[in-house]
């Protein structure tokens, strides 16, 4: 099994709030990826890393930032939500042999 | 047009059927290629990776055809269990860098 984890599963939060979607993995993997999936949909890539301290915007345009300080942790973060947010977020790492996924976190802006 | 794409199904197959999902890619230079399975709101998992000669994994086959830009799956004796959504992914520059990923097609095996 991953040793990749998100918090929190779900969120549920208003308008204008400052959210943080956590990521940790315990593999020791340097590239780290955050998707955005839709229901029915095709998960795009909104962010990337390729090691501590490096940062990359994927292919789908997205208002969310991300910070890599650790290896282990790459937080995904949205300064003032808005309903066009809600979506499943999932955030996942890569070695050799793999891609692991964490289990997302589903995200509601009301 | 998407640059990966693939029938959204469902496929409704009884157990015991054998069942092929195809799958288009546009950028010829894409270099590697996967099927994820992933089941309701949950996270993609890689079922295999395709090699261009074509691989075997107990009941599921993949082939790939570069000169079409088209890849396969075909499960054979289908059970209840692999009802899911089943994903075509490409990388451009090989390995797990910056996946593209299909809508997937749906698989329902009833009783």
């Known amino acids: 099994e991953a040793d990749i984890y998100q918090t929190p599963r779900y969120l549920v939060i208003g308008t204008g709030k400052k959210i943080t979607l956590e990521c940790s993995q315990t593999m020791g993997h340097d590239k780290m990826y955050w998707y955005q999936q839709d229901p029915g949909m095709e998960l795009h890539l909104i962010h990337y890393?390729?090691?501590?301290?490096?940062?990359e915007k994927g292919d789908l345009s997205s208002e969310s930032t991300v910070s890599r300080i650790r290896t282990e942790h790459f937080p995904l973060t949205l300064e003032s939500a808005r309903p066009s947010h809600t979506s499943q977020y999932l955030c996942?790492?890569?070695?050799?042999?793999?891609?692991?996924f964490g289990s997302g976190t589903q995200l509601s802006v009301l | 047009r998407k640059e990966v794409e693939q029938d959204p199904g469902p496929f409704n197959v009884p157990e015991g059927a054998t069942v092929a999902f195809n799958c288009t890619y546009s950028n010829s230079a894409s270099q590697s290629f996967f099927w994820y399975r992933q089941d309701c709101r949950k996270e993609p998992k890689l079922l295999m990776s395709v090699y261009s000669s074509g691989n075997e994994d107990g009941r599921f086959t993949a082939q790939l055809n570069r000169a079409s830009q088209y890849i396969s799956l075909l499960i054979r004796d289908s059970k209840l269990s692999d009802s899911a959504t089943y994903l075509c992914?490409?990388?451009?520059?090989?390995?797990?860098?910056?996946?593209?990923f299909g809508a997937g097609t749906r698989l329902a095996v009833h009783p």
């Open positions: 996942a790492s890569s070695g050799i042999e793999k891609l692991f």
């Open positions: 992914v490409v990388s451009l520059s090989g390995g797990y860098n910056k996946l593209i």
């Open positions: 890393s390729y090691g501590v301290n490096s940062t």
